[in-house]
């Protein structure tokens, strides 16, 4: 069975970094597209930023030039690096790992890490 595991969460003070991490295992297709998401109190789960199967890297304009997403191949995980951090990021954040079984399926199977709560102090 695919497995996610996400950590790296925690509280920082406003201005500055950290860095949450998603590993995958257990997938039996090569195609794999990874995305953050984050849901604050009384909100909507938004997209954060996400791969898709072109490798194209997307940004929600609310954390474009602050927040990078760092790919590691070799250990099948990412990283959302995160910087200049708001009182406004505070949010529980989730990593969602995609399966394509074909680069033109019309969907994908996915699996979601258990969430990681991030707080900002201000």
């Known amino acids: 069975q695919v497995q996610v595991v996400e950590s790296g969460g925690g509280l920082v003070q406003a201005g500055g970094s950290l860095r949450l991490s998603c590993a995958a295992s257990?997938?039996?297709?090569?195609?794999?597209?990874f995305g953050w998401y984050r849901q604050a109190p009384g909100k909507q789960r938004e997209l954060v930023a996400d791969i898709e199967k072109t490798s194209k890297i997307n940004y929600a304009d609310s954390v474009k030039g602050r927040f990078t997403i760092i790919t590691d191949s070799a250990k099948n995980t990412v990283y959302l690096q995160m910087n200049s951090l708001k009182p406004e990021d505070t949010a529980v954040y989730y990593c969602?790992?995609?399966?394509?079984?074909?680069?033109?399926?019309?969907?994908?199977?996915?699996?979601w890490g258990q969430g990681t709560q991030v707080t900002i102090s201000s």
């Open positions: 257990g997938s039996t297709f090569r195609l794999n597209t």
């Open positions: 969602k790992f995609s399966v394509w079984a074909t680069f033109w399926s019309p969907r994908s199977t996915d699996y």
